[in-house]
């Protein structure tokens, strides 16, 4: 069956860089030309897309954090890996990577999330 | 950029219809997909509607969704509400160069 589960740290500090996998199983990124995409969740606000990778390589990115963000994966492993730069508080959320069809952008598999603060 | 309007909050009885909006901010709706997503507390999203109108298997017939192009909009219809209908709800989509929208959810009260 397919799963998907985001590991990382659980604290990091302000202006440091955060490092989150995602690691799926139960299906292939290119045989199933599928992507996968990961999403935020500030504690009692909305779902926010943050960026997507392709079974091709292509990469997007939220509009207002392109800048912060780098998406990339490694098919051999099964990982998508998020990288988001210069951190701050206002960026603690529980992240979640889900899995999506390339034709219609539903979000048909989600990882449990994982908690990431952001602190002194 | 796109976005997609959802109230805040909707409140109905037990045994009631509520319907729920998702207004597109500009273009067409109907251009791309909308999806729906129940959140619980604690848990991610699950699909409740994908692709407009179409329940995954599971998803009681009680939930469906519809599009409609005069309002661009979607909306996502609950018929005999239950209890455990009680939930946040997410309409999704994206726009023409990839990038995923979500609407700011609704809380459903059901009492």
């Known amino acids: 069956q397919v799963t998907l589960r985001e590991s990382g740290p659980a604290l990091v500090k302000p202006t440091q860089t955060l490092t989150l996998t995602c690691t799926f199983s139960?299906?292939?990124?290119?045989?199933?030309?599928?992507?996968v995409s990961w999403i935020r969740q500030p504690p009692g606000k909305a779902l926010e897309w943050l960026a997507l990778?392709?079974?091709?390589?292509?990469?997007y990115y939220s509009t207002s954090l392109k800048t912060r963000l780098t998406i990339s994966k490694d098919t051999s492993k099964n990982q998508v890996v998020l990288t988001m730069t210069n951190v701050a508080p206002v960026d603690t959320a529980t992240f979640y990577c889900?899995?999506?069809?390339?034709?219609?952008?539903?979000?048909?598999?989600w990882g449990q999330g994982t908690l990431v603060t952001v602190s002194t | 950029n796109f976005m997609l309007t959802q109230p805040h909050s909707v409140s109905e009885s037990p045994g009631k219809t509520v319907t729920i909006s998702c207004t597109g901010s500009r273009g067409s709706i109907a251009s791309n997909y909308v999806h729906w997503y129940q959140q619980r507390p604690g848990s991610a999203p699950t699909t409740v509607i994908y692709k407009d109108d179409q329940r995954p298997s599971g998803v009681p017939d009680r939930f469906s969704g519809s599009i409609d192009s005069s309002s661009n909009s979607a909306s996502l219809t609950i018929s005999g509400l239950k209890t455990e209908d009680e939930a946040d709800y997410y309409c999704?989509?994206?726009?023409?160069?990839?990038?995923?929208?979500f609407g700011g959810g609704t809380k459903l009260t059901v009492l």
């Open positions: 139960g299906f292939s990124l290119i045989t199933s030309r599928m992507s």
């Open positions: 990778i392709d079974w091709d390589d292509d990469k």
């Open positions: 999704q989509s994206y726009d023409s160069g990839n990038h995923g929208v």
């Open positions: 889900a899995r999506s069809s390339s034709n219609s952008f539903h979000f048909d598999f």
